[in-house]
């Protein structure tokens, strides 16, 4: 496997396509011949992997967190807005079943008055 290495020795960037005498062209001091294949199955939920390359050419396999990205002021802007109409939506929702109920209230008293004045006949 063709793999490209930075100054850290970290692996940037692989090639399991090209055969080994295919290879031999690409081959500097930043991009060498492996024959070990990358483990797919080296991963750790909630952390990136991050693969080296030690000096007897085998692969070693780091677990970093993900850095935390700044946000920006319009995405902080946007998260606050979005608070914001959240909690007016709730509100209104509150609102409106206080008027439904006051409506049924209302209703039931409308219902009573009515059977009143009925049995009054």
Same mark, same amino acid.
């Given at each position: 496997? !063709?793999?490209?290495? +930075?100054?850290?020795?970290?692996?940037?960037? *692989?090639?399991?396509?090209?055969?080994?005498? $295919?290879? #031999?062209?690409? %081959?500097? /001091? +930043?991009?060498?011949?492996?024959?070990? /294949?990358?483990?797919?199955? =080296?991963?750790?939920?909630? *952390?990136?992997?991050?693969?080296? &390359?030690?000096?007897? +050419?085998? %692969?070693?396999?780091?677990?970093?967190?993900? /850095?935390? #990205?700044?946000?920006?002021?319009?995405?902080?802007?946007? #998260?606050? @807005?979005? &608070?914001?109409?959240?909690? @007016?939506? /709730?509100? *209104?929702?509150?609102?409106?079943? +206080?008027?439904? @109920?006051?409506?049924?209230? @209302?209703?039931? %008293? *409308? #219902?009573?008055? !009515?059977?009143?004045?009925? $049995?009054? =006949?």
């Amino acid at each position: 496997m !063709l793999v490209y290495i +930075n100054d850290e020795r970290k692996i940037m960037a *692989y090639n399991t396509v090209l055969t080994k005498k $295919e290879a #031999e062209i690409h %081959i500097t /001091e +930043n991009c060498v011949w492996i024959d070990e /294949e990358v483990d797919v199955n =080296k991963v750790k939920d909630g *952390y990136l992997t991050a693969m080296f &390359l030690n000096e007897d +050419n085998s %692969i070693r396999y780091d677990f970093v967190l993900p /850095e935390k #990205e700044e946000k920006t002021p319009l995405e902080e802007l946007s #998260e606050q @807005q979005l &608070l914001i109409m959240t909690a @007016q939506a /709730e509100q *209104y929702e509150e609102m409106q079943r +206080n008027r439904l @109920q006051d409506l049924e209230i @209302q209703a039931t %008293i *409308y #219902e009573t008055i !009515l059977n009143l004045q009925e $049995e009054m =006949k």
